[in-house]
């Protein structure tokens, strides 16, 4: 039988080589090559890994332009079997509850599912809000900052989080939405036979009128977005600070106290 997962996917910039407009508070997104965001590539394994232990169908989604048909060809060379891009202009301009609202109904639109896995975060927004949010939106429990699969059954998940400076060792049924960190496995690279086969694939493009039956466009886009972006601020990078301790005993008590402040002693 197998499990039905959906993987949230979006197209990025290399962010190693995006340039910033500092004064409008945008990403200059022309600037450099788009890429599936590096978190989600992180979930797409996770979804593949299951699907290879289970069985199952990985359903890989992804609100952007149409260049976006690329990342999701990409990600069908990685293992997903299917894949929906969500393209409109009344889409664009979204903040993260517009893109939670919309990427939501497309998996209404969908139709059953067991497991929703999605990257802690994007290399653009930072944000990590969307995930939550979509879980949210669709009345579904989530957990966010797995970083290792425990075990996984055709009703049920275990998972070990990671919050702050604790583990915890979680359990769900089904369905549920999983954030992943780029701790819990390692994406692999596609091989030269996944990528032409994934060039023929056929991506589906879902428009808003394809979704008429499930979403209320007031709720999408720019016009649908609460929030707006005041203010961008670049921080400064911290430099390491040294401490000099002219007794021997001074300085190992010092360490000490710090190691035990931490709870690593």
Same mark, same amino acid.
């Given at each position: 039988?197998?499990?039905?997962?959906?993987?949230?996917?979006?197209?990025?910039?290399?962010?190693?080589?995006?340039?910033?407009?500092?004064?409008?508070?945008?990403?200059?997104? !022309?600037?450099? $090559?788009?890429?599936?965001?590096?978190?989600?590539?992180? %979930?797409? $394994?996770?979804?593949?890994?299951?699907?290879?232990?289970?069985?199952?169908?990985?359903?890989?989604? !992804?609100?952007?332009?149409?260049? %976006?048909?690329?990342?999701?060809?990409?990600? +069908?060379?990685?293992?997903?079997?299917?894949?929906?891009?969500?393209?409109?202009?009344?889409?664009?301009?979204?903040?993260?509850?517009?893109?939670?609202?919309?990427?939501?109904?497309? =998996?209404?639109?969908?139709?059953?599912?067991? @497991? =929703?896995?999605?990257? $802690?975060?994007?290399?653009?927004?930072?944000?990590?809000?969307?995930?939550?949010?979509?879980? $949210?939106?669709?009345?579904?429990?989530?957990?966010?900052?797995?970083?290792?699969?425990?075990? +996984?059954?055709?009703?049920?998940?275990?998972?070990?989080?990671?919050?702050?400076?604790?583990?915890? @060792?979680?359990?769900?049924?089904? *369905?549920? @939405?999983?954030?992943?960190?780029?701790?819990?496995?390692?994406?692999?690279? *596609?091989?030269?036979?996944?990528?032409?086969?994934?060039?023929?694939?056929?991506?589906?493009?879902?428009?808003?009128?394809?979704?008429?039956?499930?979403?209320?466009?007031?709720?999408?886009?720019?016009?649908? !977005?609460?929030?707006?972006?005041?203010?961008?601020? +670049?921080?400064?990078?911290?430099?390491?600070?040294?401490?000099?301790?002219?007794?021997?005993?001074?300085?190992?008590?010092?360490?000490?106290?710090?190691?035990?402040?931490?709870?690593?002693?």
């Amino acid at each position: 039988m197998g499990l039905k997962l959906i993987v949230l996917i979006k197209q990025v910039p290399d962010i190693a080589k995006v340039r910033f407009d500092v004064e409008k508070g945008r990403i200059d997104r !022309s600037s450099a $090559e788009a890429e599936i965001n590096p978190f989600d590539l992180n %979930a797409l $394994e996770a979804a593949v890994q299951v699907k290879e232990k289970v069985g199952g169908i990985v359903t890989a989604i !992804s609100m952007g332009p149409p260049q %976006a048909v690329t990342s999701l060809k990409d990600a +069908i060379a990685r293992g997903a079997d299917e894949a929906i891009l969500l393209e409109d202009k009344v889409f664009a301009g979204a903040d993260t509850w517009a893109t939670s609202y919309t990427l939501s109904c497309a =998996i209404r639109k969908v139709g059953d599912f067991d @497991l =929703i896995f999605c990257g $802690e975060k994007t290399v653009d927004g930072d944000t990590g809000q969307v995930g939550a949010e979509v879980a $949210e939106q669709l009345g579904i429990p989530h957990i966010y900052y797995v970083s290792k699969i425990n075990d +996984i059954s055709q009703d049920k998940i275990k998972v070990m989080s990671e919050v702050d400076e604790s583990s915890y @060792l979680l359990e769900s049924d089904f *369905p549920l @939405l999983v954030s992943v960190t780029k701790d819990v496995n390692k994406p692999r690279l *596609p091989t030269l036979r996944d990528k032409l086969k994934a060039m023929k694939a056929e991506i589906k493009v879902w428009h808003a009128n394809d979704l008429s039956d499930v979403i209320n466009l007031a709720n999408v886009g720019y016009f649908g !977005s609460p929030t707006t972006v005041h203010k961008v601020v +670049i921080p400064k990078e911290k430099e390491r600070q040294g401490k000099t301790f002219k007794d021997v005993p001074g300085g190992v008590n010092f360490v000490l106290d710090a190691l035990e402040a931490k709870k690593l002693i």
